[in-house]
């Protein structure tokens, strides 16, 4: 596939540029300042800033380039509209890790017999928008409205606990990401998978698996 990548030079993108590529891939890596200029493309990556990140997928959209959007922080839904319009496919994970996603389904799970639970989302200091979209999609999960508790220090990735709590014991579902090659497998599947997708918002990873 002919793929743009934005966000190329950030954390994410230094290592999904090279693992696109090969996965036979050919990239296109737009940074910050660059046009997005992605008419013709098979696909556009968006890994960039809950700023930067609206703009981008809209101008990909209106070029009329599928997206998969791994940045958080920013509402999606406008954007899906613009691509149900257009017939095009957008998918979203809030998290691209498949370790994650397990952690998800695991407390949605335990949940239903501790309803007692708090979530404790711990990322790297550059992380911008807090709580993390991981930890929002795991209190919908969770269907009630579990406490989000968010740490932003140097020497973290991503890591998520959470915590059910009864009488006397306490159940720990804890998933941590060590390194950013933990979200290439997602964002592969999403890519291999976006041409089958209906037009317009497909959010999880859960979707696909
Ligand atoms: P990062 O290291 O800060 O990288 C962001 C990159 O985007 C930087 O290289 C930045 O350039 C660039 N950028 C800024 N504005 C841009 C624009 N208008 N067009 C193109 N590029 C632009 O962040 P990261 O750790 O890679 O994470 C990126 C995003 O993905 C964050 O929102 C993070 O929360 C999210 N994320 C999601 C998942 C998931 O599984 N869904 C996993 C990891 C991260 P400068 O350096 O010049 O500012």
Redesign the pocket.
């Known amino acids: 596939m002919r793929i743009a990548v ?9 290592v999904l540029v090279p693992a696109l590529e090969r996965g036979g891939h050919e990239v296109r890596a ?5 046009p ?1 200029d992605v008419a013709g493309l098979d696909a556009a990556v ?8 609206p ?2 997928v809209r101008a990909c959209l209106e070029q009329g380039v599928p997206c998969v ?5 920013f509402d999606l839904a406008p954007l899906g509209e613009i691509a149900r319009e257009r017939g095009i496919p957008l998918f ?6 498949i370790g ?1 996603v397990l952690m998800m389904r695991f407390a949605a799970e335990a949940v239903a017999y501790l309803p007692r639970a708090e979530i404790v989302e711990l ?2 200091e ?4 807090a709580p ?3 930890a929002k999609a795991t209190a919908a999960l969770m269907g009630g409205d579990p406490p989000i508790h968010s740490v932003r220090l140097p020497g973290l990735v ?1 890591h998520q606990e959470v915590l059910l709590g009864g009488e006397g014991q306490l159940l720990t579902i804890r998933h941590d ?1 060590t390194s ?1 090659e ?2 290439v497998p ?2 592969l599947l999403a890519l291999s998978r976006l041409s089958e997708l209906p037009p317009g918002l497909t959010v999880g990873l859960d979707a696909l698996l």
């Open positions: 934005l966000g190329a030079g950030g954390k994410v993108g230094r737009i940074g910050r300042g660059d997005v968006d890994f960039t800033t809950p700023d930067a990140g703009g981008n959007v791994g940045t958080t922080g979203h994970a809030p998290n691209f890790a994650a990322h790297a550059s992380k911008r928008d993390s979209g991981t991503a990401t950013r933990a979200f997602g964002v």
